[in-house]
């Protein structure tokens, strides 16, 4: 009878055990899981600050926007039921005293939740200096569109 007593409180003690490691590897599976959506969120929120970068570029570089220009807000890139929204805005302005020459472009990446709850944020800027020959070329095609463009630099 006394062993069966201790045979009992044993296999409590060992549940007991089994059941603190389970649950203390369960909260740190649910930190793990939390720290990976966070990452991926953060790489989302990258990339897009890089496209809306390249967007910057591409408006500079066919005079579509002008220094002190804001595209802000763009989120045709959302799918449809997937619980997120990923925006990007681009900022190109004139630093300084540099003028025309010169152009800054910033790309800012937002994914936010259907509560519009920012989950992540980046942020990218380059500075495009001395840009030259801002007036196409007379009666020249440049991007073999059919028609003249205007065009403010070429990246090599």
């Known amino acids: ?9 044993f296999v409590f003690f060992l549940l007991l055990l089994v059941g603190i490691l389970s649950s203390s590897l369960s909260a740190l599976w649910r930190s793990q899981i939390n720290i990976r959506a966070q990452e991926r969120s953060g790489i989302i929120a990258f990339y897009l600050a890089q496209a809306a970068v390249e967007r910057g570029k591409v408006e500079v570089l066919y005079g579509y926007w002008l220094a002190g220009a804001t595209i802000a807000n ?9 619980g ?4 990007y ?3 190109i302005t004139s630093p300084g005293t540099a003028g025309a020459n010169s152009r800054d472009i ?11 709850t920012e989950i992540a944020r980046r ?7 001395n840009i030259e020959d801002t007036v196409a070329p007379v009666n020249e095609d440049d ?10 630099w070429q990246e090599t």
Request: charged share 20%; hydrophobic share 45%.
């Open 106 to 116: 910033t790309g800012i990446g937002r994914v936010l939740d259907l509560n519009n």
């Open 123 to 129: 942020q990218a800027q380059i500075i495009i200096d």
């Open 84 to 87: 997120f929204q990923f925006l």
């Open 1 to 9: 009878m006394k062993k069966n007593g201790q045979a009992l409180i």
């Open 143 to 152: 991007d073999l569109s059919g028609t003249v463009v205007s065009w403010s």
């Open 74 to 82: 763009q989120n045709d890139l959302d799918t449809a039921g997937d």
């Open 89 to 91: 805005d681009v900022i």
